[in-house]
């Protein structure tokens, strides 16, 4: 009932930064935890981050703690990823989801998922 549209990658510098945003339709926005989650060739997917459905609660993945910052605002139905000091490592397909669970989408699933958007970090 949720529609996801991801926006924002593109090509950066290793050590640059990065905004990503995922805009919601359809449902209630507030209904939903979202979170950010990466799938880099020939990798498994991988998540990144979550957020609670009011912004109360936010999650990140050990290695993208001290880089990431995930935020929402719920009267423009958005979802932003701060990404900063890009590595290589950080090049993948980044997916948004929502899910009324939190803790689903920190187990790595989620009910409604955008298409995702390209991020490549290079030298």
């Known amino acids: 009932q949720v529609q996801l549209v991801e926006s924002g990658g593109g090509l950066v510098q290793v050590g640059g930064s990065l905004g990503l945003s995922c805009e919601a339709s359809?449902?209630?926005?507030?209904?939903?935890?979202v979170g950010w989650f990466r799938q880099a060739p020939g990798k498994d997917r991988e998540f990144v981050a979550a957020?609670?459905?009011?912004?109360?609660?936010?999650y990140y993945a050990e290695s993208m703690k001290d880089r990431f910052t995930i935020s929402r605002d719920n009267a423009k139905r958005t979802v932003y990823l701060q990404m900063n000091n890009l590595k290589p490592e950080d090049t993948a397909v980044y997916y948004c989801a929502a899910d009324e669970r939190t803790y689903v989408l920190r187990q790595g699933g989620g009910n409604y998922w955008g298409q995702g958007t390209l991020v490549t970090v290079s030298q």
């Open positions: 957020i609670s459905r009011l912004g109360g609660n936010r």
């Open positions: 359809g449902g209630t926005f507030n209904d939903y935890g």
